[in-house]
C-alpha cells in the first residue's frame, strides 16, 4: 500500500494513502455494495461530518450491490449536514450510479461511465417455491424498482416513466450523456 514517510520529532512515521485521504475529508466506495461494507462507509461519514463541516468527497469506483444497504447509504449521505460531492473515478454501475446521485455536486473523470438500470432478482432460486411465495418476491423486487427509479427522476428532473423505459435494460452514460441527462453535474478537475 502507498503511504508518506514524514519526519517527526519522535524520528520516522509512516501515514497510509488511506489516512492522508480521509484526513483530507475524501473517501473511496470501490467495492460490490454490502451491509459490512455500507457501515464501514456511514461509519467513516459520521466522523467526518462531527469533524468540520467542509466538503466530503465520495470517489466511486464500483459494480453495485445490494439493494437496500446502497439505499440506507444514499439516505444517510442526503440527511448530512455537510456538502458531500460524488466523483465517478471509473464506473458507478446499479446501486454505484444510485449512491453517486446522492451527491450535492455529482462529477466524472473524462472517461468514466454511469450505468443504471432495473434492480435484478438476487442469487436466490425459485426452485422448489410455491407461485405465491415467487409472486411476494417480485412485488418486493417491483417496489424496490420503483423506490430506484423515483430517486434517479427526482435527482435528474426526469419524467419517471422515461426513466421506467431506461432501466428495462443496462443505461450506459459517458460523462457528456451523463451531464445532459442530469446525472452528473460536471466534470472533475484534478488539482
Do not use: W
Request: hydrophobic share 40%.
Amino acid at each position: 500500500m502507498y503511504g508518506l514517510i514524514k519526519e517527526t520529532e519522535k524520528g520516522y512515521s509512516t501515514q497510509s494513502a488511506d489516512d492522508i485521504l480521509f484526513t483530507n475529508r475524501r473517501l473511496f466506495i470501490d467495492r460490490e455494495i454490502s451491509s459490512e461494507y455500507v457501515d464501514e462507509i456511514i461509519t467513516a461519514l459520521m466522523v467526518l461530518s462531527i469533524s468540520g463541516d467542509e466538503e466530503i468527497t465520495l470517489f466511486i469506483n464500483t459494480p453495485g450491490g445490494e439493494v437496500l444497504s446502497g439505499l440506507a447509504l444514499y439516505d444517510y449521505i442526503l440527511g448530512m449536514n455537510v456538502p458531500v460531492r460524488t466523483v465517478c473515478v471509473g464506473g458507478a454501475y446499479s446501486m454505484g450510479a444510485i449512491i453517486f446521485l446522492a451527491g450535492d455536486k455529482r462529477e466524472m473523470l473524462p472517461h468514466t461511465r454511469i450505468m443504471i438500470h432495473d434492480p435484478a432478482y438476487s442469487s436466490n432460486n425459485i426452485g422448489g417455491k410455491k407461485p405465491h411465495e415467487i409472486l411476494k418476491q417480485v412485488d418486493k423486487l417491483m417496489e424496490s424498482r420503483e423506490s430506484l427509479a423515483k430517486i434517479i427522476a427526482e435527482r435528474t428532473d426526469r419524467d419517471i416513466e422515461e426513466i421506467y423505459k431506461l432501466t428495462m435494460e443496462d443505461s450506459y452514460f459517458n460523462v457528456d450523456e451523463a451531464i445532459e441527462f442530469g446525472i452528473a453535474t460536471g466534470v472533475y478537475k484534478v488539482a
